[in-house]
């Protein structure tokens, strides 16, 4: 049973930075893919930044420039850095892998996620 533990996430002011950091445990293969995703109120979940096994990253454009992804394969740790935060980018984060886990319904695996508020 697979289990993602976010954690990280904060009230900060526009123009400040975070780090998310993400545990996966219970997977019994390797993942390829790990990404960071957000909701916002009202709006769909967002793949926001991925990470391949080899390191290989990609970003929504949004994002570029600002988040950075990391992880650690020993561990299974995911990292998302955030600096020069903005307002938009007050969400729930989650990590996951790319595409998501299955929780073996037809449904995708989330975590509890972490809270990401940007406000002066």
């Known amino acids: 049973q697979v289990q993602l533990v976010e954690s990280g996430g904060d009230l900060v002011q526009p123009g400040g930075s975070l780090r998310l950091s993400c545990a996966a445990s219970?997977?019994?293969?390797?993942?390829?893919?790990m990404g960071w995703y957000r909701q916002a109120p009202g709006k769909q979940r967002e793949l926001v930044a991925s990470i391949t096994r080899g390191g290989k990253t990609n970003y929504e454009d949004s994002v570029k420039g600002r988040f950075s992804i990391s992880r650690d394969n020993a561990k299974n740790t995911v990292y998302l850095q955030m600096s020069s935060l903005k307002p938009e980018d007050t969400a729930v984060y989650y990590c996951?892998?790319?595409?998501?886990?299955?929780?073996?319904?037809?449904?995708?695996?989330w975590g509890q996620g972490t809270q990401v508020t940007v406000s002066s």
């Open positions: 996951n892998k790319v595409p998501p886990f299955s929780d073996g319904a037809g449904r995708d695996y």
């Open positions: 219970g997977s019994s293969f390797i993942i390829n893919i």
